[in-house]
């Protein structure tokens, strides 16, 4: 189970972090993404990490921005998002899957959303 957390309105220019608690089994193998979707757009990648080896891998937009993280003892990942901007505006989703590949796409398990607003 994921639940996904820290959504709300901010300035542009500002800050959020979002939190993914991940509850029911061990990560140790898992890669934890963090996917956004915007009224009207398709559900797009923003960042991913995996849980063993830390790999993280980020979409282009949100390069030096966005900062993927993870708290091993706590089982949760987090997105700090600096400079937010109002494209940056969607309902923001966790997930996982079981695989260090790819880290861009092919996630099983998601999340609840929680809305980021970016106002200009």
């Known amino acids: 189970q994921l639940q996904a957390s820290g959504g709300g309105l901010v300035q542009a220019g500002g800050s959020l972090r979002l939190s993914c608690a991940a509850s029911?089994?061990?990560?140790?193998?898992?890669?934890m993404g963090w996917f956004r979707q915007s009224p009207g757009k398709e559900r797009e990648f923003v960042a991913a990490?995996?849980?063993?080896?830390?790999?993280?891998y980020y979409t282009e937009s949100v390069k030096g921005r966005f900062t993927i993280s993870k708290d091993n003892a706590k089982n949760t990942v987090y997105l700090q998002m600096h400079s937010l901007k109002p494209e940056d505006t969607a309902v923001y989703y966790c997930?996982?899957?079981?695989?260090?590949?790819?880290?861009?796409?092919?996630?099983?398990?998601w999340g609840q959303g929680t809305l980021v607003t970016v106002s200009s």
């Open positions: 997930a996982a899957k079981y695989s260090t590949i790819r880290l861009n796409t092919d996630y099983n398990y």
């Open positions: 029911g089994r061990t990560l140790g193998s898992w890669a």
């Open positions: 990490i995996t849980w063993s080896g830390g790999a993280i």
